[in-house]
């Protein structure tokens, strides 16, 4: 259970920010995780605040407050060594709180508008090319205490792989959710759903892991399950990656979600348009998907350089 946020400010807002927590919820449909990522985010915002005005703040500080206040905040974390994105999402946590505040006519305040995020540098998603990844499947078994485990790892390796699934959308499926037809529907980033097709090779190796686990799953409960029973968790997976790249001798970019980027990388070197691609990840936006040309003139270079075909 987790442990709930306090925040330091007087109750009137306090009362406010459980107020927007629940529209967050209720309304936008946010997930869990984004949830309490942004009540972190405003809780560290308010700690800032308290010590900067020197009292816990109130619905009338928020009207007040002006660009040095939002701009010392952003001071303050930059000078803590908090990595660009980290501030970058605490900044769009603000904006969000501060435009609901504004809409609802709680606290008018648009100063935050005036605050541009922090530039982030260009990361290309991490893949690996096809050999790579049939050796990360080929050995996935390998590394478990126990023969229906291995089977398990195989078997979320390949969903990961073959349906470019994020690792949360992976371990969230439920007995019955695959049922043998031609696509997955999968509920990703926002609630929203997408269809992704289901290579028979995803069906086979879940259904032998089925045959092997020592729990007897019923439709609706967890699917992928650890040592006790429970709906397994992400680092028991990225704790077996880790092993795996090791004893492949691969980077540490080596993750879970390397596996989804590898899924989208190799369809486009196959030539699957963009707009596909975009689908079948689940992306809100096309020029999330378009790092993928980068990433695949990235590859190029690199194999030109090594033919000596670039001075």
Not at 41 to 48: E, Y
């Amino acid at each position: 259970m987790k442990k709930e946020i306090k925040y330091q400010a007087d109750s009137q807002v306090t009362e406010v920010i459980h107020t927007w927590q629940s529209w967050l919820k209720n309304e936008r449909r946010y997930s869990p995780c984004t949830l309490d990522a942004y009540s972190r985010d405003l809780s560290v915002f308010f700690a800032f605040l308290a010590e900067y005005l020197g009292h816990l703040p109130s619905l009338g500080d928020l009207s007040a407050l002006e660009v040095r206040a939002f701009r010392s905040f952003l001071s303050s974390r930059m000078s803590r060594y908090i990595d660009k994105a980290s501030i970058a999402r605490e900044l769009s946590t603000l904006r969000n709180f501060f435009k609901y505040l504004n809409r609802n006519g709680i606290a008018e305040n648009t100063a935050i508008s005036v605050i541009s995020s922090p530039r982030r540098p260009k990361v290309l998603p991490r893949a690996l090319d096809v050999d790579e990844t049939f050796n990360v499947l080929d050995v996935a078994a390998d590394f478990a205490k126990s023969e229906w485990q291995g089977l398990r790892d195989v078997a979320i390796f390949t969903i990961l792989y073959g349906c470019g699934l994020r690792i949360s959308e992976a371990l969230s499926l439920n007995a019955g959710d695959i049922n043998h037809g031609s696509f997955l529907k999968i509920k990703g980033k926002g609630n929203k759903e997408r269809l992704v097709p289901l290579l028979p090779v995803v069906v086979e190796k879940i259904d032998a892991y089925l045959k092997a686990c020592p729990y007897d799953i019923k439709n609706g409960e967890p699917l992928f399950l650890g040592a006790r029973g429970e709906r397994l968790s992400p680092r028991i997976v990225q704790r077996t990656l880790e092993k795996i790249r090791a004893y492949l001798g691969l980077p540490s970019t080596l993750t879970p979600h390397a596996l989804r980027h590898s899924f989208a990388t190799h369809l486009l070197a196959e030539g699957t348009d963009l707009r596909s691609i975009q689908e079948l990840l689940g992306h809100a936006s096309l020029h999330t998907t378009q790092r993928y040309t980068d990433v695949q003139i990235e590859t190029l270079q690199k194999e030109y350089n090594q033919a000596g075909l670039l001075k």
